[in-house]
């Protein structure tokens, strides 16, 4: 059974940083596209950042040059490290992947980790 499963979420200050993990089990990831998404209170899911099988990055205008997604494609796992964090990254965090070929859609989904950013 394929799980994605995150952590690091938490409180943090305005300007502080957190790094999410994404711990996918159940088939080898090394080969998907893998990426992060959030849903801010009261608001859509939106798009953060992507990694390709490649390591190839694109990030969301709004986090860019903050946050870094990377892989480390031998443990499955894929890291989102959030730096200068500002009240409004507030959201749930959630990590997914993409079966090659089914792009842009993303196929699984894992169950979301909070992270609240003070003023």
């Known amino acids: ?25 159940g088939r080898t ?3 998907y596209t893998m990426g992060w998404f959030r849903r801010p209170p009261g608001k859509q899911r939106e798009f953060v950042a992507t990694i390709s099988s490649r390591d190839s990055t694109y990030y969301a205008n709004s986090v860019k040059g903050r946050f870094t997604i990377s892989r ?6 894929v890291y989102l490290q959030m730096n200068s964090l500002k009240p409004e990254d507030t959201a749930v965090y959630y990590c997914a992947a993409q079966v090659p070929g089914t792009s842009p859609s993303y196929n ?8 609240t950013v003070s003023s």
Do not use: I, M, N
């Not at 394929?2 to 994404?22: H, T």
């Not at 480390?72 to 796992?77: E, G, I, L, R, V």
């Not at 699984?108 to 992270?115: A, F, L, N, P, R």
């Open 72 to 77: 480390d494609s031998a443990k499955d796992t």
């Open 29 to 31: 990831f090394s080969g």
């Open 1 to 25: 059974q394929v799980q994605l499963v995150e952590s690091g979420g938490g409180l943090v200050q305005a300007g502080g940083s957190l790094r999410l993990s994404c711990a996918a089990s």
């Open 108 to 115: 699984y989904w894992g169950q979301g980790t909070q992270v």
